[in-house]
């Protein structure tokens, strides 16, 4: 009989083996610790003070307590859910591998394309993007408001539902072993009470 860390292994190869024969590119693997927190539970609900640890590409970061892992997702590390029902939020996060997945400048240029502006101004015009230092690694962040019309469930998916009323939130981790993107986005006002978890989250990211 295989033994726990070999059918996990049998497993990762699955996944790189499938993505390759999409097209898709990625390989990502959630490194949430499952045997602590299931999918639809908080970081909260762990054994006392406890938090969540998760990582990839040479980096680990902290999940707010009160943030609820989801399943897996196609093309995604993780992805955490703020709030519930019309007016909750997700933050995904993706890792596509050393060398994959665009430059920063591109990424970020894309977020703020998926946006669209009441007024009809160009939405590059009204993003706040900034750069910053994290344990020695850089870290570009982007803020912006308007008419989200990115997807919910990724590039992959089609589902291109225009969201009016919402912010994201998003940073880039230029980790030793490529590019990790954190992407918030949801309701102005949740991601706005959020925000607070977001920025520990991103304080909290460290070289493994």
Not at 16 to 42: I, Y
């Amino acid at each position: 009989m295989l033994s726990r860390e070999s059918v996990g292994r049998w497993c990762g190869v699955g996944v790189v083996v499938a993505a390759l024969l999409t097209g898709c590119g990625d390989s990502n693997v959630e490194k949430v610790d499952r045997a602590k927190t299931q999918p639809g539970t908080s970081a909260g609900q762990m054994s006392g003070s406890e938090t969540v640890p998760a990582e990839i590409a040479g980096i680990a970061w902290t999940v707010p307590e009160s943030w609820v892992v989801s399943g897996p997702r196609p093309m995604r590390v993780a992805t955490y859910q703020i709030g519930e029902g019309a007016v909750s939020a997700e933050c995904a996060v993706f890792y596509f591998g050393l060398g994959q997945g665009g430059d920063v400048q591109a990424n970020i240029d894309r977020w703020i394309g998926q946006f669209v502006q009441p007024d009809g101004s160009a939405s590059q015009a009204h993003a706040q993007v900034g750069a910053q230092s994290v344990a020695g690694l850089k870290v570009t962040t982007v803020g912006l408001t308007g008419t989200y019309a990115g997807g919910m469930g990724g590039p992959m998916s089609g589902q291109q539902v225009e969201h009016p009323g919402w912010r994201l939130v998003g940073a880039i981790v230029e980790a030793p072993q490529g590019p990790v993107f954190f992407k918030l986005t949801g309701p102005d006002a949740t991601v706005t009470a959020a925000r607070a978890d977001f920025d520990r989250m991103m304080a909290s990211v460290k070289r493994k």
